[in-house]
């Protein structure tokens, strides 16, 4: 059989295996040339909850992406800090948080000696006026340390996949990152691309003066005809029959948040748009990704995306399923009808790029940023010990008293901790002749007999080296930046959770290096993927160095990760 046969053959068979493939005219040398990148990232789906409804998600969607894709089954994020800025890098990258710098959704700045926010960039102001963050309804406690509210990569440190694209197309490749996050967009769309994301505040999509002087007109119309406002006075119900649902008569639980006008149960009313919450309870609802939604297919028909043999890349990163495991637990009745709905909107998505560009053209990647863990509440039904920790109150523990005089230190050792680093009063450290090394040593020590504390280590004896070779401390050096990093990395055991943000406490928080955040889906789907479920070990450092082989292009300046055989077997 001939190359081009088979190729042809081959193109045929994805055809007929795929609802709305449809045959495309044109020579086999054509039909192999992808000419979009769609990269999906879910916010917090763990690798298990997509199969969990399977059997009740309507036609396509999750259903298109199994029936026609490669997809990994045991996917991890091989680094420790399992945060939505840390995973989205990673996965635009394919470096490690040690390589790409985002070790964190905020870390302390040295030079500054103040609280960094990840995206952060105050050369960069948000092109709309009043479009910053809100502290006083600003739930996201990562973003409410930000400093500033100008945004841009610059703190990315490394080339993403859309940045190579972008650079080996001489800049004809469009590139493109949306998302109700900031991070969940900038991360994406890397240095070159452009980034568009949802301002609670102003209740649109925004950018900042890093990606544009001013807007685009389609975005300038979108943002005009008000679709956030859609939802005043409606409120987010069930899909279905209560019955039909795994945890229909799990509704009011309570240790979910009961977030004020919103309440516990079904139906959640969004409220007037003049409520405090307003735009913040469509990000807790799947009205955030229908926005989202809505406001990616604007830009693919507004920029042309895809419609010529230079490969655009477009990421969509979907936030409302964090958000709503976050408020309610990811073994929820809310979380439950999210995924029923987010099939939903995956499928309408796919539908639409199969319209625009044609699915044939267009190569899926869809993964997530992290996993989640089960509530608290909802593991101590069955019997397992779990609880919250307060790192801010380890200063005031009688053991740190007791190490602090050994050191001649009456003022405050433990500065700050921000997930997932402790930092130490260096300036203090230095001003009575001590050793660095050695007082994180001492304090890391003591931690070690704190409750719930499964590892605290130093960043002294990370680059120092030396350390056993454990997969925890393999993910904890994954995530040591020598320059960003802080003085102790704790991880703790599993089923043990931060849960005091200022006085702000939500029903389940990732951030562990155990299994339940390390777990994300990974799946490809495109022209000459095949459609297989995978089930060696692979991690999310591997999807970004895949892209790369996939289009024959330079990988991204700190891939590490190895290019999935299983997705390029049937490349030509
Ligand atoms: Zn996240």
């Not at 789907?525 to 459609?531: D, F, M, N, T």
Request: net charge negative; proline share 6%.
């Amino acid at each position: 059989m001939s190359r081009i046969f088979q190729c042809a053959v081959l193109s045929l068979a994805i055809a007929l295996a795929s609802p709305f493939v449809l045959p495309t005219s044109g020579t086999a040398e054509e039909l192999k040339k992808p000419r979009l990148i769609l990269q999906v990232t879910v916010d917090q789906l763990r690798g298990d909850l997509p199969w969990r409804y399977y059997d009740r998600l309507g036609e396509g969607g999750f259903r298109y992406l199994a029936e026609n894709g490669t997809v990994y089954r045991n996917a991890h994020h091989r680094h420790a800090n399992t945060e939505t800025i840390v995973g989205h890098t990673t996965l635009a990258t394919g470096a490690d948080p040690a390589a790409h710098g985002m070790i964190g959704n905020v870390w302390l700045d040295r030079e500054s000696g103040e609280l960094r926010y990840n995206v952060e960039d105050a050369r960069y102001p948000i092109l709309s006026e009043g479009a910053g963050v809100d502290k006083s309804t600003e739930i996201d406690p990562t973003q409410r340390a930000a400093r500033s509210d100008g945004r841009s990569p610059s703190s990315i440190l490394v080339s993403t996949f859309g940045d190579e694209l972008s650079l080996n197309t001489a800049g004809h490749s469009k590139v493109f990152g949306v998302s109700v996050k900031d991070r969940g967009a900038i991360s994406m769309a890397g240095h070159a691309g452009k980034a568009f994301w949802f301002s609670k505040q102003a209740g649109q999509f925004v950018t900042s003066k890093y990606y544009y002087d001013s807007y685009p007109d389609w975005v300038v119309r979108w943002n005009s005809e008000k679709p956030a406002y859609k939802y005043a006075g409606q409120s987010w119900s069930l899909l279905n029959d209560q019955s039909t649902y795994r945890f229909g008569n799990a509704d009011d639980r309570a240790y979910e948040t009961d977030l004020p006008g919103y309440g516990r149960v079904f139906p959640h009313p969004y409220g007037p748009t003049d409520g405090k919450l307003f735009t913040t309870l469509l990000t807790v609802s799947p009205a955030g990704d229908e926005l989202t939604l809505d406001f990616a297919k604007a830009l693919i028909e507004s920029e042309n995306i895809g419609t010529d043999d230079v490969p655009d890349y477009l990421a969509i990163s979907f936030s409302s399923t964090d958000y709503v495991g976050h408020v309610f637990g990811p073994s929820s009745l809310e979380s439950e009808d999210n995924i029923l709905r987010l099939n939903r909107i995956l499928a309408e998505l796919f539908s639409f790029v199969d319209e625009k560009v044609g699915l044939d053209r267009t190569v899926i990647v869809l993964s997530a940023d992290h996993g989640a863990p089960e509530a608290p509440g909802y593991l101590k039904e069955f019997g397992f010990e779990a609880d919250y920790i307060d790192p801010e109150s380890f200063d005031k523990d009688k053991a740190i008293d007791r190490l602090k005089k050994r050191f001649g230190i009456d003022e405050k050792l433990i500065t700050t901790y921000f997930h997932p680093y402790l930092y130490l009063n260096r300036d203090l450290i230095r001003q009575r002749g001590l050793d660095q090394a050695e007082v994180e040593r001492a304090v890391a020590e003591e931690l070690m007999n704190f409750p719930g504390v499964a590892l605290a280590i130093s960043s002294s004896s990370l680059a120092e080296g030396g350390l056993p070779d454990t997969p925890l401390i393999n993910s904890i050096l994954k995530n040591f930046n020598p320059k960003r990093s802080g003085d102790i990395y704790i991880a703790f055991d599993p089923n043990r959770f931060i849960n005091d943000f200022e006085g702000l406490t939500v029903a389940s928080t990732h951030g562990s290096p155990w299994r339940y955040d390390t777990y994300v889906p990974v799946i490809f789907a495109g022209p000459q993927i095949p459609a297989q479920n995978i089930y060696r070990k692979i991690s999310t450092v591997d999807v970004a160095p895949t892209l790369s082989l996939m289009l024959g292009i330079n990988p991204p300046s700190g891939a590490h990760g190895a290019p999935l055989q299983e997705v390029l077997q049937g490349q030509q």
